[in-house]
């Protein structure tokens, strides 16, 4: 809601644009890693079912990739799934499930990705995976 009212107002924009010459000239990584962590957590705060932490969450992974892609970071890696989440209710890691199968789908579609070359490797026990 807030970053809504700043999008609104036009202080969002001002926001990213300092924060993009923080660092547009600076010597940046060439591969960044992060683990998807606290969609769960993030939904039981707003009183909401899990799965739509988990939305939200494979939502912003779009803008992450976005904003990698802009800052010129050559390798991203995403820790989506970890095995201890299988211990999780089957209704939730089919929920999971579900939504990494939409978004694959969709990135293996999407005409960015191909044209500017994107390469997409899945890692990991995968023979877990249906």
């Not at 969709?106 to 899945?122: G, P, Q, R, T």
Request: charged share 35%; proline share 2%.
């Amino acid at each position: 809601m807030l970053k809504k009212l700043l999008e609104i107002t036009g202080v969002y924009k001002v926001y990213e644009k300092w924060l993009w010459r923080q660092i547009k000239d600076k010597e940046k990584p060439t591969h960044v890693g992060i683990i998807l962590d606290g969609n769960r957590r993030w939904a039981r705060e707003r009183k909401l079912p899990p799965w739509m932490g988990h939305e939200k969450g494979a939502e912003k992974v779009k803008d992450v990739i976005k904003w990698c892609y802009e800052a010129g970071i050559k390798i991203l890696t995403l820790y989506v799934f970890s095995t201890e989440n299988f211990n999780r209710s089957r209704e939730e890691v089919e929920a999971i499930m579900n939504l990494a199968k939409k978004y694959v789908q969709e990135y293996m579609n999407d005409k960015n990705i191909h044209e500017k070359k994107v390469k997409v490797k899945f890692i990991g026990k995968r023979d877990l995976l249906d």
